[in-house]
């Protein structure tokens, strides 16, 4: 997701080194030189098809389609330090309801933390500090949109990760790099009333306080000649439980209304393909989908980006 192709176009000085956009999800972990703008606007459409329950089968649903753009923006501010936004919107639309929306959106900050010597063993190892705000409508849904009016979660999230960086020289222009991601988001309480992204019903009012989200992801990059590169994304994530405190409302039968809290479980993997036309400049386009789950939802994503760097 963050582009690498700084890291080619100005780390390395050797012109029979590839160029790279960077895989389909995953951070780089690359830094952007001070003053440098890169930019990488992505569109995705989603289709989720199933739930997963906590024994981790499957159940279908039925089908909710989401088609959303975002614009991911880094800045390098200093040699160590480089800025980051990430606006989102799109349209949701399913069993003959939809509705537009702007969703919840990102800025943060990357560190570097270690930068090895040229022919060293050690990674490239940099830092992110990113803030989710909740932009998106999360509550007082109507119930006839089929949440096709959801677009946020309705909590500030703080995340906090890791990027591990390496990069392999096979033969010729035949490379191979490598990427480890590890990061944690904690969410703030949010005031919930009516339908909304965790459950409920009418007369819904409380409070929830989601659980933190950890995230893993192994990623690879493999160069088949100078403009031509492959990537797979390997996804891990993992939910703690969130808690409610409050009244839960009740459903359109009269029942007590569900309120969905517990932790959850997904393993996810994005191959793709891309081409880059220069050493700033690339596209790059896959398919992002769940191979298991528990207590979380079933989707594929066909996703594309044009990647830039200035």
Same mark, same amino acid.
């Given at each position: 997701?963050?582009?690498?192709?700084?890291?080619?176009?100005?780390?390395?000085?050797?012109?029979?080194?590839?160029?790279?956009?960077?895989?389909?999800?995953?951070?780089?972990?690359?830094?952007?030189?001070?003053?440098?703008?890169?930019?990488?606007?992505?569109?995705?459409?989603?289709?989720?098809?199933?739930?997963?329950?906590?024994?981790?089968?499957?159940?279908?649903?039925?089908?909710?389609?989401?088609?959303?753009?975002?614009?991911? %923006?880094?800045?390098?501010?200093?040699?160590?330090?480089?800025?980051?936004?990430?606006?989102?919107?799109?349209?949701?639309?399913?069993?003959?309801?939809?509705?537009?929306?702007?969703?919840?959106?990102?800025?943060?900050?990357?560190?570097?933390?270690?930068?090895?010597?040229?022919?060293?063993?050690?990674?490239?190892?940099?830092?992110?500090?990113?803030?989710?705000?909740?932009?998106?409508?999360?509550?007082?849904?109507?119930?006839?949109?089929?949440?096709?009016?959801?677009?946020?979660?309705?909590?500030?999230?703080?995340?906090?990760?890791?990027?591990?960086?390496?990069?392999?020289?096979?033969?010729?222009?035949?490379?191979?790099?490598?990427?480890?991601?590890?990061?944690?988001?904690?969410? %703030?309480?949010?005031?919930?009333?009516?339908?909304?992204?965790?459950?409920?019903?009418?007369? %819904?009012?409380?409070?929830?306080?989601?659980?933190?989200?950890?995230?893993?992801?192994?990623?690879?990059?493999?160069?088949?000649?100078?403009?031509?590169?492959?990537?797979?994304?390997?996804?891990?994530?993992?939910?703690?439980?969130?808690?409610?405190?409050?009244?839960?409302?009740?459903?359109?039968?009269?029942?007590?209304?569900?309120?969905?809290?517990?932790?959850?479980?997904?393993?996810?993997?994005?191959?793709?393909?891309?081409?880059?036309?220069?050493?700033?400049?690339?596209?790059?386009?896959?398919?992002?989908?769940?191979?298991?789950?528990?207590?979380?939802?079933?989707?594929?994503?066909?996703?594309?980006?044009?990647?830039?760097?200035?």
């Amino acid at each position: 997701m963050l582009s690498s192709r700084w890291l080619c176009a100005i780390e390395y000085t050797d012109k029979s080194l590839p160029w790279l956009t960077g895989p389909l999800l995953s951070p780089t972990g690359s830094m952007v030189p001070k003053g440098g703008v890169a930019i990488e606007p992505y569109l995705g459409i989603t289709v989720f098809t199933g739930l997963y329950d906590a024994n981790w089968k499957r159940h279908d649903t039925s089908n909710f389609y989401r088609v959303e753009s975002l614009l991911f %923006t880094q800045v390098g501010v200093t040699h160590w330090m480089d800025f980051q936004i990430t606006p989102r919107f799109g349209y949701n639309f399913s069993q003959g309801q939809s509705d537009g929306y702007l969703a919840d959106s990102t800025a943060g900050l990357g560190f570097r933390l270690y930068e090895p010597e040229k022919g060293s063993w050690l990674p490239h190892i940099k830092a992110t500090l990113v803030e989710d705000f909740p932009i998106g409508k999360y509550q007082n849904l109507n119930p006839k949109k089929k949440l096709t009016d959801l677009s946020g979660n309705g909590s500030y999230g703080t995340r906090l990760g890791v990027i591990f960086r390496k990069e392999y020289h096979l033969k010729e222009f035949h490379f191979l790099s490598a990427y480890l991601t590890l990061r944690n988001t904690f969410f %703030t309480s949010t005031h919930v009333k009516g339908l909304n992204v965790y459950g409920g019903g009418k007369g %819904t009012k409380g409070v929830v306080r989601p659980g933190n989200i950890f995230i893993a992801l192994l990623s690879f990059e493999y160069t088949f000649n100078l403009n031509w590169a492959f990537s797979l994304d390997n996804v891990y994530s993992h939910q703690n439980k969130s808690h409610f405190s409050g009244c839960p409302g009740r459903d359109a039968l009269g029942e007590v209304a569900p309120l969905y809290l517990h932790s959850t479980e997904q393993i996810s993997f994005a191959p793709a393909l891309e081409y880059n036309f220069s050493k700033r400049l690339g596209i790059i386009g896959g398919v992002w989908f769940t191979a298991f789950g528990r207590n979380s939802a079933q989707f594929t994503t066909g996703l594309i980006a044009v990647d830039y760097f200035f």
